[in-house]
């Protein structure tokens, strides 16, 4: 536990379990890392749950331990912000299946004395939200003022008031969707069969050797990316610019098949980056867990009847460049809402990032957050 | 040479070259493999030449060596279809680049008696159409009465009366592009390291040893192929429907990492199938020749530069749903067209299907070329 301010409070803690989850499996131990900013008030009414994407982790405003970097949500969260440390108490924790801290395929099985690797159970999103909630008892937080989440995160957002009706007053819901598409589930199956097809892979089993899939995952992670960007974005940042070669001289075709355009240079330090502070088995079981999303079909196929048993608010925020969750996709949760008498906001907001653009720079979404938070219960 | 008529012509031609490339480099001697349907008349004046896209091959109406499948446009070509061997003398020849019978990376290098590999030079669109004019010149056609080509096969057919402004009266571009854009560019980055990243792949130098790299090469196609489909199309197609079991029994949730939906066993198919059929190493250059593209450059800087020297008329056709290729891509085209005086027919069809649309049934499409083909000179 380090308890230099600016990273907040950087911790780690051992339930005992089990924790049924939605395959029939149980997890025990359930390992988690998380880390919390401010200070938890009298009545334990401040806590705001902060949800993770895909890649993300509990290091949303404190420096990455890997990569040096600020934290993925600064803009959101510390002094001044809408997500406010002098006012909330944040809580961020890695999901389960990832490899920050939390339970994951490199986690060791209690079982065997090694890694878990592929023995490591399928998780869903409402399993995330059950290790987020068996945290909350640890904390002794019975209901959160807010949870709040972008793109998967959004999803753990949207399954936490349909999980624990009563344990959670407002929801944010950013660049989500109630289900994953077709399209959605064909990009996160290129990029398992990236990895599974890179011979390091060994089945999942490649700990002991200290020589994980990169290369795979790193393919993986490029095929991703570009759902992540929009093709204006892509346009405006790289065009069909070259690279300068080396000693500064202007770029051209070089006729091979080194990294001619910028665009080629800039992914491949995507993939590669990427690989040396991630997991490719926790890349594996969350683009599963993120596939096998379905709001609706866990509530007999009516996504309205998710949200028939809490009181929870809701905001719903999209952007109009998203291709990757389009603003259709929150149009149909607003919708659902609506049909459940929920009261709910929802705004799409104008950028040319696409996906990406709930963590870059947006005052407009610091200003809907900001007020939807500070109104209501 | 087959004389089979339901399979045209299969021919194949050594020509002595040398083929200047685009890069510096040439080529001699320059194999092409190609087919030949119907008869060319006494005067040479009713020849179409017909190119084909990235994975595409010369078999555009007769059944495919390998796979046993149908040619891949007998929806335009044939008896009665707006290209017909009763009228027209029609050609496909295999780009070079690829390994259908055209010089390639497959083909032995004479230098050293073994397949070129990596030694191959990179080639270009236009170098492409420059082994075409080689062929016509060899059949002693000096004139084409049209040249017709989809994705890939538009560019070529763009690049023709640029770069042979007096040999060709007709362009039918379909589903196209004048340069390939970022987010093109990226797609097809990712392609490349997949290939790459694949140790079988062995810096491209795989052929004796008959253990290409597939799994590389299949994870290529899959990436690509989702750009190819529309969200929609695949919606429609697959939605998030779960694969039906061994036995008949109904499919659900695995909890596990087989595939499950049936859009993962449907991508899964295209990438192992297309492994069967296709060279690694040409998907890497084919691919680069792709992202070379920009018609605009090779006339400094501007695309109506392309088509001043030409008196050919313009078909130009986009498809709704294609975010490959965009309609806005078209209308860039059609404008250039349009600044260098030239005419041109341009509509934008309706599909859900995507950039694959034009190889698909579309009576709308046929309609178009049979009547811009039958008009004018």
């Known amino acids: 536990m380090s308890s230099d301010p600016r990273f907040g409070l950087r911790r780690h803690v051992t339930l005992p379990g089990p ?30 749950l902060i949800c993770h994407a895909l890649t993300g982790d509990q290091h949303v405003a404190s420096d990455h331990p890997i990569t040096g970097k600020p934290g993925w949500w600064t803009r959101m969260i510390g002094p001044g ?39 490591f159970p399928v998780i869903t999103i409402r399993d995330m939200v059950r290790a987020q909630a ?29 999980t624990f009706p009563t344990r959670v007053g407002a929801v944010v819901v950013i660049a989500s969707t109630s289900r ?43 095929a991703a990316h570009i759902t992540y960007l929009s093709e204006a974005g892509l346009t405006e940042k790289f065009g069909r610019r070259f ?31 990427f690989s040396d502070r991630f997991d490719a088995n926790s890349y594996l079981y969350i683009t599963r867990a993120l596939d096998y999303f379905d709001l609706a079909e866990e509530h007999g196929g009516m996504l309205a009847g998710a949200f028939r048993d809490t009181q929870a608010r809701f905001c719903v925020v999209s952007f109009d460049s998203d291709w990757l969750y389009p603003t259709r996709e929150s ?7 609506n049909a459940a008498g929920r009261h709910v906001s ?3 907001l104008s ?7 709930f963590l870059l720079d947006s005052p407009e979404l610091n200003r809907v957050i900001d007020g939807f938070l500070r109104t209501g219960g």
Request: glycine share 12%; net charge negative.
């Open 243 to 273: 690279q300068a070669r080396e000693g500064g001289e202007a770029g051209a075709k070089s006729f091979g098949f080194d990294a001619d355009f910028q665009v080629e240079s800039y992914l491949r330090h995507q993939g590669l980056s």
């Open 19 to 48: 924790l049924a989850l939605d395959s029939g499996a149980s997890l025990s131990p359930v390992e988690i890392g998380y880390e919390t900013y401010g200070t938890l008030n009298e009545d334990a009414s401040n806590a705001v």
């Open 81 to 119: 912000k809408p997500i406010d440390p002098a006012r909330h108490f944040i809580i961020c924790s890695n999901v389960i299946g990832s490899c920050m801290g939390s339970s994951g395929p490199a986690t060791i099985d209690p079982a065997t004395g090694e890694p878990f690797g592929m023995a």
């Open 351 to 357: 950028s040319p990032f696409g996906h990406d653009a």
């Open 180 to 222: 994953h598409s077709a399209q959605n589930i064909a990009y996160h199956e290129v990029g398992r069969q990236a990895i599974m097809a890179d011979p390091k892979w060994r089945g999942g089993d490649y700990y002991a050797a200290n020589d994980p899939p990169s290369a795979g995952l790193a393919v993986a992670r490029m």
């Open 331 to 337: 149009r149909t949760i607003v919708k659902a809402l």
């Open 346 to 348: 929802f705004v799409e």
């Open 134 to 162: 068996m945290l909350l008892d640890h904390l002794g937080i019975r209901r959160l003022q807010a949870v709040v989440g972008g793109s998967m995160g959004g999803m753990q957002a949207l399954s936490w008031p349909a």
